[in-house]
T-cell receptor
Framework: SQTIHQWPATLVQPVGSPLSLECTVE??????LYWYRQAAGRGLQLLFY??????ISSEVPQNLSASRPQDRQFILSSKKLLLSDSGFYLC?????????FGPGTRLTVL | DAKTTQPTSMDCAEGRAANLPCNHS???????VYWYRQIHSQGPQYIIH???NNETNEMASLIITEDRKSSTLILPHATLRDTAVYYC???????????FGKGTMLLVSP
């Protein structure tokens, strides 16, 4: 069966610090991978998606970036965090019909 | 922008059917209706999807009007664990990305 892992579960970072969130998927090959963010009181916003290794599409301009160094690994990064980067970050994988979400990382930028 | 309109919140008594409406008056012929839900502090969970026929699975039923401009998600016997935000999404199958609106907060009470 397929599983998706995200870490860390929670993170508190100062403004201006770097960020690296990791997502890995098990039990499937060549999935589409997604990063979403949910800010407090707001809906889910798609940040990035990837249809293969090294292929990243950005949905919104921001100070975040994503990379897919391996088929089942998706990394969300920032060189300098902003207060507005606080939120609940969700990684998802999927193919045609469904997307399956990970447990999420709750990021607080102070 | 989300292409669907949902009520902000709904209440339902435990054991009763929960009927969650969604308007998607601008839906295209090749767009499906998807429903996801998000329990607090967890990632979204796929529930069901359909094109024009009514669909049923172990979680819920989806009723789509003949003109496809609206649909209703039915949880036949709501439990306290069904308390969540329910998202109605329209997308072209295979398009890969999901656009989440604000959803409906369903509160199931004893």
């Amino acid at each position: 069966s397929q599983t998706i892992h995200q870490w860390p579960a929670t993170l508190v970072q100062p403004v201006g610090s770097p960020l690296s969130l990791e997502c890995t998927v098990e039990g499937t090959s060549n999935p589409n991978l997604y990063w979403y963010r949910q800010a407090a009181g707001r809906g889910l916003q798609l940040l990035f998606y990837s249809v293969g290794i090294g292929q990243i599409s950005s949905e919104v301009p921001q100070n975040l970036s994503a990379s897919r160094p391996q088929d089942r690994q998706f990394i969300l990064s920032s060189k300098k965090l902003l207060l507005s980067d606080s939120g609940f970050y969700l990684c998802a994988w999927g193919f045609t019909n469904e997307q399956f979400f990970g447990p999420g990382t709750r990021l607080t930028v102070l | 922008d989300a292409k669907t309109t949902q009520p902000t919140s709904m209440d339902c008594a435990e054991g009763r059917a929960a009927n969650l409406p969604c308007n998607h008056s601008t839906i295209s012929g090749n767009e499906y209706v998807y429903w996801y839900r998000q329990i607090h502090s967890q990632g979204p969970q796929y529930i069901i999807h359909g094109l024009k026929n009514n669909e049923t699975n172990e979680m819920a039923s989806l009723i789509i009007t003949e003109d496809r401009k609206s649909s209703t998600l039915i949880l036949p016997h709501a439990t306290l664990r069904d308390t969540a935000v329910y998202y109605c999404i329209v997308r072209v199958i295979g398009a890969g990305t999901l656009t989440f609106g604000k959803g409906t907060m369903l509160l199931v009470s004893p």
